[in-house]
């Protein structure tokens, strides 16, 4: 069974574009699990069917502990089962899903498998996530050199649009709790990596995404959370003297910002408040 799992934030109408790109034939092995992170937005439940689960969070959970609520779900249900995590302002290029069947009868070692992600100019978005230890460097990079490529390894992939093999997993996999949006998918990737999964990026199957379509609403707040995961995981997965110099550089920039584009330079010296203080409170 292919679960996908999406979480909702006022984005019916994207998650109506992303339903209406998979394959609706009837007795298909395909779920679409939403996890509602707006519990005053009723319009969601329209989307309600036989193939079409939708679970209501309490409050807005942020990105990955909502995820974990839907992956809980799943794994109680299936823990063999194929998860394809995808934004909801994101959706498939094809609806073949066995595609995705076959890639991982043939590549089982893969634990977590990013997709290559399009924008609608058909432009590559992702296409493997990098990190360098040494420097800090979280970037992204098309790996990609050869159209016949199944897979290329790579440090982590973006949580926009990647697929867990929950079978190479003794327990469900889940987000870090602490992230509330951004660097939760780097995190998750590293964690799993450390344990000895594999991950990897495919360009066999993908999806087409809007680039921060939602989030680029709420700007302040956009980059308060990612200046605060980005901080994380600097001090998780880097020595002292990188992230020391990587938030020197990150404070430098963000009091320059604040007299040109303020609400980005308050929102990276929130974030970093934001660290310290959870930091302190630890």
Request: hydrophobic letters at 40%; proline letters at 3%.
């Given at each position: 069974?292919?679960?996908?799992l999406?979480v909702?934030?006022?984005?019916?109408?994207?998650?109506a574009?992303?339903?209406?790109s998979?394959?609706?034939e009837?007795?298909?092995d395909?779920?679409?699990?939403?996890?509602?992170?707006?519990?005053?937005?009723?319009?969601?439940?329209?989307?309600?069917?036989?193939?079409?689960?939708i679970?209501n969070?309490?409050?807005?959970?942020g990105?990955?502990n909502?995820?974990?609520?839907g992956l809980k779900?799943?794994?109680?249900?299936?823990?063999?089962?194929i998860v394809?995590?995808?934004?909801?302002d994101?959706y498939?290029?094809?609806?073949?899903?066995?595609?995705?069947k076959?890639f991982?009868?043939?590549?089982?070692?893969?634990s977590?498998l990013?997709?290559?992600?399009h924008?609608?100019?058909d432009?590559?978005?992702f296409a493997?996530?990098?990190?360098?230890?040494?420097?800090?460097?979280?970037s992204?990079?098309?790996l990609?050199?050869?159209?016949?490529?199944?897979?290329?390894?790579?440090?982590?992939?973006?949580?926009?649009?990647?697929i867990?093999?929950?079978?190479?997993?003794?327990?469900?996999?889940?987000?870090d709790?602490?992230?509330?949006?951004?660097?939760?998918?780097?995190?998750?990737?590293?964690?799993y990596a450390?344990?000895?999964?594999l991950?990897a990026v495919?360009?066999k199957f993908?999806?087409?995404?809007?680039?921060s379509?939602?989030?680029?609403?709420?700007?302040?707040?956009k980059i308060?959370?990612?200046?605060?995961?980005?901080?994380?995981?600097?001090?998780?997965?880097t020595?002292?003297?990188?992230?020391?110099?990587?938030?020197?550089?990150l404070?430098f920039?963000?009091?320059?910002l604040?007299?040109?584009?303020?609400?980005?330079?308050?929102?990276?010296?929130?974030?970093?408040?934001?660290y310290?203080w959870?930091?302190?409170?630890?």
């Amino acid at each position: 069974m292919i679960y996908f799992l999406t979480v909702n934030y006022y984005s019916t109408n994207l998650i109506a574009k992303l339903i209406s790109s998979l394959p609706r034939e009837k007795n298909l092995d395909l779920k679409v699990i939403i996890i509602n992170n707006s519990s005053d937005d009723n319009s969601i439940a329209s989307l309600k069917d036989e193939n079409v689960i939708i679970l209501n969070a309490a409050k807005n959970l942020g990105f990955g502990n909502a995820c974990n609520l839907g992956l809980k779900f799943i794994y109680a249900k299936d823990p063999q089962a194929i998860v394809w995590i995808i934004n909801p302002d994101a959706y498939l290029i094809e609806s073949d899903l066995n595609k995705v069947k076959n890639f991982f009868q043939f590549h089982p070692e893969i634990s977590i498998l990013g997709t290559i992600v399009h924008t609608p100019a058909d432009k590559v978005w992702f296409a493997g996530g990098y990190f360098n230890v040494k420097t800090g460097e979280i970037s992204t990079l098309n790996l990609f050199t050869e159209q016949n490529q199944d897979y290329i390894k790579c440090d982590w992939v973006t949580g926009c649009s990647f697929i867990i093999n929950l079978s190479n997993f003794g327990e469900c996999p889940l987000f870090d709790p602490a992230y509330f949006l951004y660097y939760e998918d780097f995190d998750f990737c590293q964690r799993y990596a450390q344990q000895g999964h594999l991950i990897a990026v495919t360009q066999k199957f993908g999806v087409i995404h809007q680039p921060s379509s939602i989030t680029n609403k709420y700007v302040f707040r956009k980059i308060k959370n990612s200046t605060y995961g980005y901080l994380l995981s600097l001090d998780r997965y880097t020595n002292r003297l990188v992230f020391s110099l990587r938030l020197i550089r990150l404070v430098f920039y963000a009091l320059v910002l604040i007299f040109i584009k303020p609400q980005i330079g308050l929102g990276k010296i929130y974030g970093v408040f934001l660290y310290w203080w959870k930091r302190g409170n630890q």
